[in-house]
Each structure stands twice: as structure tokens, then as C-alpha cells.
């Protein structure tokens, strides 16, 4: 029973490439969420979505980032133009439904951005 | 504003001794979460608390809340150095967890 999954693990952009996140989430979950920890912090909240849906995405930076979750296919984070304040790990969890779920952790993705 | 405060932020003790890692919530929800972070890894889950008054216990760590208080505590019993690591709580918002600052814990030998 795998758990939530996300790949790259590590990725390395210079400043103005894009940059894109994958996350498949636990088997029969159908909700997504975003975090993102900068260094010596705690997690933010950044995107909560549903197949097809983005249901709050309150914590996304207005410019250059957006996430998917489409009908068939991981979750996609991704941030156009990188510059080095983006620099982060990224969280991914998944949960059966809300408010009552727990939300499960993949293992993140450290982006470095040179 | 939601929000999750942890103290203290840093904390450093001998082998063997016993402190207690403190997180304040201002969310609605009472549902409370302890993780466990090392460096550069993901977050480990420790405890999910539901209810007033749980408590729960694994090895040397215990964890408890309070939701009247909105309070829950870590314990930590005769630390040993395999518990160095960056300890976080979460309060569950509506749907979003709104996290603590970590508590970055060392454990001298």
C-alpha cells in the first residue's frame, strides 16, 4: 500500500526556468494539498484541491505558481521563472475528504534554485 | 488569524532529563498533531489527538490536549540523543493544517 508520493525529490533550476512538482496521492484519496517549508520554518499551506478542482489555493503566491489536479494523473505544483526565494521544500498530502481526515505526508521535493 | 505557537523554539538538554515542548492553538478545531522532522527529511507522525483530555504515549515521548485551554503538550521522559530532531504540532483548520514554528531539540550526551 504505497503512501503518497512525490518525484522529483530533488530538483535544480537556475533563476527563470519552471519548475514543476508531481504528487500522486495515497490509493482512494481524492484530496490534495500543497504545503511549502522554507529553511529553519514550519510548514505554510499553500493549495487544497479536488479532481478538476482547486477549492482554496489562499496561501499560493499570486504570480508564477499554480497547481493542477486533473482527472487522471498526479497533482502538478508548478512555479514559472523560478528565483532564488523559491528555494523550499514542497509538501504534498492527501486525505480521503475533510474536515474529519487525517492528511497524510509525502516525502517532499527540495527545490534549489541557483 | 489561525494560528499555532510553539515553546520553546529551541531546546537544549542533557541525556536522561525531562521537558515538556508547549504548542498554543487558536483554531476552531480540535484535532492536534505531532510530527517529527530531521534535517532534510520528511515529517515523521507521532500523535493524533481528537478529543479533550487524550493522551498518548509512545516510548519516551506523551502527548496530551486540552482543547478548553486549546493547549496540547509533548513530554519528553530521560531524553537520549536518537530524539535530537525538529519537533512541529498542527492544528486542522476547516480543511488546511496551519503548522507550528518547530521546536529544534538537542540531546546532549
Known amino acids: 500500500n504505497a503512501g503518497v508520493m512525490q518525484n522529483p525529490r530533488h530538483l535544480v533550476r537556475r533563476r527563470g526556468q519552471e519548475a514543476r512538482l508531481r504528487c500522486s496521492p495515497m490509493?482512494?484519496?481524492?484530496?490534495v494539498y500543497w504545503y511549502r517549508q522554507l529553511p529553519e520554518e514550519g510548514l505554510k499551506f499553500m493549495v487544497y484541491l479536488q479532481k478538476e478542482n482547486i477549492i482554496d489555493e489562499s496561501g499560493m503566491p499570486k504570480e508564477r505558481f499554480s497547481a493542477e489536479f486533473p482527472k487522471e494523473g498526479p497533482s502538478i505544483l508548478r512555479i514559472q521563472q523560478v528565483v532564488r526565494g523559491d528555494s523550499a521544500a514542497y509538501f504534498c498530502?492527501?486525505?480521503?475528504?475533510?474536515?474529519?481526515?487525517?492528511?497524510?505526508f509525502g516525502p517532499g521535493t527540495r527545490l534549489t534554485v541557483t | 488569524e489561525l494560528k499555532v505557537e510553539q515553546n520553546p523554539l529551541f531546546l537544549s538538554m542533557q541525556e536522561g532529563k525531562n521537558y515538556t515542548i508547549y504548542c498554543n492553538y487558536s483554531?476552531?478545531?480540535?484535532?492536534l498533531y505531532w510530527y517529527r522532522q530531521d534535517p532534510g527529511k520528511s515529517l515523521e507522525s507521532l500523535f493524533v489527538l481528537l478529543s479533550n483530555g487524550a493522551v498518548k504515549q509512545e516510548g519516551r515521548l506523551m502527548a496530551s490536549l486540552d482543547t478548553k485551554a486549546r493547549l496540547s503538550t509533548l513530554h519528553i521522559t530521560a531524553a537520549v540523543h536518537d530524539l535530537s530532531a525538529t519537533y512541529f504540532c498542527a492544528s486542522s483548520g476547516t480543511y488546511k493544517y496551519i503548522f507550528g514554528t518547530g521546536t529544534r531539540l538537542k540531546v546532549l550526551a
Open positions: 498530502a492527501s486525505s480521503r475528504g475533510t474536515p474529519a481526515y487525517e492528511q497524510y
Open positions: 483554531t476552531t478545531s480540535d484535532r
Open positions: 490509493k482512494g484519496h481524492s484530496h
